[in-house]
């Protein structure tokens, strides 16, 4: 089933009350007092789509819908999921030439923030760890592998001029030191170079927290931060 779908509340109702008891009559589930035959409809389509089972006249949870269910907002009285936060990798590659470090940066040539400056990032897939994404990433997004290190974690917020939020993403920050492979200059839907840091952070429309992330890469102890930030280009 769809993350984005969008139900009845009767089905609401009938996750909710499946999600705090672990097994439910017919007339136990009908807490809206619906027409046997309206409420038999959204029984009928949650059966349908994988959500619950029933055996021997009661009615259970699924593995999916145990799943679905637990990201129902219970608070609300609107029929909706929780939004929460993402949770991403941020990959900051280093290299050292003639003495001076430098930074693997990449412009995203893709929306949202089209045409801004950063590190390599990308989602946590379901079910894989983090130092798993971030190799995944960074070999899939530059063609490089190297020695990783997990410095911290960055909590960032970005909101509007209006103060709507717009985006909440907790990135694994890691470094890699000695890299190795074929740079790829131009992936999809970005384009990979080296600068050292002071060059790095003169690029315009660079993204927020990039300073702090090459800070959180410097540091010998693991680093937690987070910060709101009022963007622009979206």
Not at 7 to 29: C, G, M
């Amino acid at each position: 089933m769809r993350k984005d779908i969008v139900l009845h509340p009767a089905q609401i109702e009938i996750l909710k009350t499946l999600l705090f008891n672990p097994e439910a009559r017919f007339s136990e589930l009908n807490c809206l007092n619906l027409s046997n035959d309206h409420f038999t409809f959204h029984i009928k389509s949650l059966l349908e789509g994988g959500l619950i089972i029933k055996e021997k006249s009661r009615y259970f949870l699924t593995i999916i819908g145990k799943e679905f269910a637990g990201r129902l907002d219970v608070d609300s009285n609107q029929a909706m999921l929780e939004k929460q936060a993402k949770i991403s990798v941020a990959v900051a590659g280093i290299r050292e030439i003639k003495g001076q470090k430098q930074y693997l940066v990449q412009k995203r040539l893709k929306q949202p923030y089209f045409g801004c400056h950063g590190f390599i990032t990308g989602k946590i897939k379901w079910g894989e760890v983090v130092e798993q994404a971030a190799k995944r990433e960074f070999m899939e997004e530059a063609g490089l592998t190297g020695k990783f290190f997990l410095n911290g974690i960055k909590h960032k917020m970005d909101y509007d001029i209006n103060r709507k939020l717009l985006e909440d993403k907790y990135f694994f920050v890691f470094k890699v030191e000695d890299t190795r492979g074929d740079l790829i200059e131009n992936p999809a839907g970005g384009e990979n170079f080296w600068l050292p840091k002071k060059e790095v952070l003169a690029l315009p429309n660079l993204f927020h927290a990039v300073d702090e992330i090459i800070n959180i890469t410097s540091k010998d102890r693991f680093v937690f931060s987070e910060s709101k930030y009022t963007v622009s280009g979206y």
